[in-house]
Nanobody, 129 residues
């Protein structure tokens, strides 16, 4: 199992940017897809983006498409979520999650919490209006 630690959250004004990091540790020979999720106040945790093991395939939900970019640096065992043009409705705790057995063809809108085995503790993002 992969251990994940998120960082980079904070308070930002609407229209601003943040870059979240998800640092992974564990068996280095394992290859895994990584997803980002978020949970806003009083809301359920929702899937927003994912990247396959080598960074060659990504997926975004419509609410973040064009504003958020997921990327990874496997040499650093880190996945990033660059968030631009932030809106107050992006306020949430952001979680990264990893799973070894997600085929590239399944990287899409049907991914959910149950598809990922390893989770980080979350990082708070607050966007003020």
């Amino acid at each position: 199992q992969v251990q994940l630690v998120e960082s980079g959250g904070g308070l930002v004004q609407a229209g601003g940017s943040l870059r979240l990091s998800c640092a992974a540790s564990g068996p280095p020979q394992k290859r895994f897809a990584v997803g980002w999720f978020r949970q806003g106040p009083g809301k359920e945790r929702e899937f927003i983006a994912a990247i396959n093991w080598n960074g060659g395939r990504t997926y975004y939900v419509d609410s973040v498409k064009g504003r958020f970019t997921i990327s990874r640096d496997n040499a650093k065992n880190t996945v990033y979520l660059q968030m631009n043009s932030l809106k107050p409705e992006d306020t949430a705790v952001y979680f990264c999650a990893a799973e070894e057995f997600i085929p590239d063809g399944e990287l899409g809108p049907d991914l959910g919490l149950a598809d990922f085995e390893s989770w980080g503790q979350g990082t708070q993002v607050t966007v003020s209006s």
